[in-house]
Nanobody
C-alpha cells in the first residue's frame, strides 16, 4: 500500500506557473504508475497526466499538452506536475494517484490509491 500527500497548490494569475509535488510513502514507489487528476466544482475527476513507473512514458490530457509536464524522482519517492501558462479553466482540486504495475491508465477507477488533493486557483 502507498500513501500520498500533495503540496504546491495555491492562487496564481493567468499565465503564471505552479509546481505540484506528491510525496509517497513506502519502499516500492518505483513500481507504481503515478497520475495527476483534477476535479472542478460540479465536474468529473479527470486525468491531467500520468507517468510510468520508470518515468520513461507519459500521457497528457489534450487540454494541458505543451503547458504541463509530469516527472518523478524515484530516489525521493516524489512525483511532480509543472504547470505553465495557467488558465482560469485549470482551476480545480488536483489529486495525485497511484497504481501498481506498468499499465498507464487514464481512468479514475484505474487508480486505487489517492491523496487528499490540493487546490489550484487561476485568477483572470
Amino acid at each position: 500500500q502507498v500513501q500520498l500527500v500533495e503540496s504546491g497548490g495555491g492562487l496564481v494569475q493567468t499565465g503564471g506557473s505552479l509546481r505540484l509535488s506528491c510525496a509517497a510513502s513506502g519502499r516500492t514507489f518505483s513500481r507504481y504508475v503515478m497520475g495527476w487528476f483534477r476535479q472542478a466544482p460540479g465536474k468529473e475527476r479527470d486525468i491531467v497526466a500520468a507517468i510510468s513507473s520508470g518515468g520513461g512514458d507519459t500521457v497528457y490530457a489534450d487540454s494541458v499538452k505543451g503547458r504541463f509536464t509530469i516527472s518523478r524522482d524515484n530516489a525521493k519517492n516524489t512525483v511532480y506536475l509543472q504547470m505553465n501558462s495557467l488558465k482560469p479553466e485549470d482551476t480545480a482540486v488536483y489529486y495525485c494517484a497511484a497504481r501498481y504495475g506498468d499499465y498507464i491508465s487514464r481512468a479514475r477507477d484505474g487508480y486505487p490509491y489517492w491523496g487528499q488533493g490540493t487546490q489550484v486557483t487561476v485568477s483572470s
